[in-house]
């Protein structure tokens, strides 16, 4: 009976530790992403850069997002979770250790030590309640740039017309090129036309942001 709760006890020390090995995150290198991001300068490192698919809006900014949201999102589009054709060809092209470099560097790119905090701003009239019959600050929290989990994103700031598109793609079904799949972000859209999230957008876009458009060397 001992022999036989000694070796259970093994085993199950020898499944925890591997189940902690695997658990541990990949942990980003700044340097090593910056010569990583060629594929991503194109687009995101020029200011008020449109994309044509499915729609014209303003890519994303991504430097001062969080690295593991820039992760999170990354899988996404390599999973098929967000499809996005160039996006998700960019996705294959990485392994985890090239994702969190790159998401490190964006991170900290354009950060400055020191810089003052914004403000908190107070929604009014039909953004206050808008926002509020989408719970969205449950998530992406205070100002919507502290996100709860840091695999949401900072969307206070981020481009107005950028939101919209990525608000209505979580309503988009049945498209092989084109929408999220995100259970969470799908009902939540859902609940809104169209009009509210547009007004939604422009809002959050209002706000005070630590997001922004680095440009680089080439194309400054």
């Known amino acids: 009976m001992k022999k036989l709760f000694l070796s259970m006890s093994v085993l199950l020390v ?3 530790t591997a189940f902690s090995v695997n658990a541990q995150e990949v942990k980003g290198d700044i340097k090593a992403g910056e010569k990583k991001v ?3 300068i194109g687009c ?21 997002q969080g690295a593991k949201y820039i992760v999170s999102a990354l899988n996404a ?10 996006m998700r060809g960019i996705a294959d092209s990485l392994n985890d250790q090239d994702m969190a ?16 905090v914004a403000g ?15 719970a969205c600050v449950s ?27 990525a608000l209505k793609s979580y309503k988009t079904e049945g498209n092989a090129t084109w929408g999220r799949s995100n259970g969470v972000m799908a009902g939540i859209a859902k609940q809104f036309s169209n009009a509210e999230l547009k007004e939604l957008a422009n809002y959050v876009h209002s706000l005070p942001t ?11």
């Open 210 to 220: 630590e997001l922004k458009t680095v440009p680089q060397n080439k194309f400054k």
């Open 44 to 64: 995101h490192g020029i200011k008020g850069y449109q994309a044509s698919f499915p729609e014209i809006y303003k890519v994303p900014m991504i430097s001062g």
């Open 139 to 165: 998530c992406h929290g205070d100002n919507f740039a502290k996100p709860i989990d840091p695999t949401y994103p900072k969307i206070a700031g981020q481009h107005a017309d950028y939101l919209f598109v």
């Open 101 to 116: 470099d790159v998401a490190a560097y964006y991170e900290a790119n354009g950060k400055v030590e020191g810089a003052p």
């Open 38 to 40: 060629a594929m991503c």
């Open 77 to 86: 589009y390599k999973k098929g979770d967000r499809k996005h054709p160039t």
């Open 14 to 16: 020898a499944c925890v």
């Open 120 to 134: 908190k701003a107070e929604a009014t009239g039909k953004a206050a309640e808008l926002l509020t019959k989408g």
